[in-house]
């Protein structure tokens, strides 16, 4: 039998069609084919200059997208689909793997499933480590295969508080002991060093300071703001 074709390899260098705009989308947003030989796939293609202007983040939102994929892989976690940073039909931009998921499915509804609940776990965790500044419910997706996948992190990693996002119901629990491990790996090894092409290095560092901050602290945040949600929520 033929190997299975490397989804990165795909990403980064098959030939790219665009098959049609992605809707809902802030930014500009496409649906692509990627064809490398025999193989194919489909993929989400962000392009840089099909970005709008944010006062709080610099240009380059294709870029955290990647850094994103970059830190789940490091840890072991697999949330994020695979991403890569290349140049496509319009400029360079970020590709990443498309979900075959239940789009009826976001976090409001995956959380009445209790058997869910760890991978949300995972996911409440990842966000505290990127500083994710817009987890949406629309942004988790339940795959064909089960996996609950963390999507659209363009706006993360930012040095500054800025977290936003849904994931608050496990506010308060202790974070379960297999993802301090993790975390204690991370503080121990530093930054990985693939987020050191995407991200400045106070970025980088800063991933293992919250890392820390959660060892420490050892259960999940509660807002009690109440303001520290995203909109629209979904």
């Known amino acids: 039998m033929p190997a299975e074709p490397d989804p990165l390899g795909l990403l980064a260098e098959g030939d790219m069609d665009v ?3 992605m809707p809902w989308s802030s930014n500009a947003t496409f649906l692509v084919d990627l064809r490398l030989g025999d193989a194919t796939t ?3 293609y962000k392009p840089v200059r099909g970005e709008r202007p944010l006062w709080d983040f610099p240009p380059g939102l294709h870029r955290r997208e990647a850094a994103a994929f970059e830190l789940s892989v490091a840890l072991g976690w697999g949330i994020v689909p695979p991403t890569v940073v290349r140049d496509g039909t319009l400029g360079e931009g970020s590709v990443q793997l498309f979900v075959d998921a239940d789009f009826e ?6 959380y009445e499933d209790d058997g869910l609940h760890p991978q949300l776990r995972r996911i409440c965790v990842f966000d505290l480590l990127m500083n994710n500044t817009d987890r949406k419910s629309g942004h988790c997706l339940l795959g064909t295969d ?3 996948w ?3 992190n363009g706006l993360c990693f930012s040095t500054e508080p800025k977290l936003r996002t849904v994931i608050w119901e496990f506010g308060g629990e202790e974070v379960p002991a297999e993802l301090l491990d993790d975390l204690t790996r991370l503080v121990e090894c530093g930054p990985p060093p693939a987020l050191g092409g995407l991200l400045d290095d106070d970025e980088c560092e800063m991933v293992v300071r919250r890392a820390a901050a959660v060892l420490r602290q050892g259960v999940f945040p509660i807002d009690t703001t109440g303001r520290r949600y995203p909109w629209p929520l979904v």
Do not use: E
């Open 150 to 152: 963390a999507i659209d």
């Open 19 to 21: 098959v049609g705009r």
């Open 146 to 148: 089960g996996r609950v």
């Open 42 to 44: 489909r993929a989400v």
């Open 105 to 110: 499915q976001h976090y409001f509804t995956l």
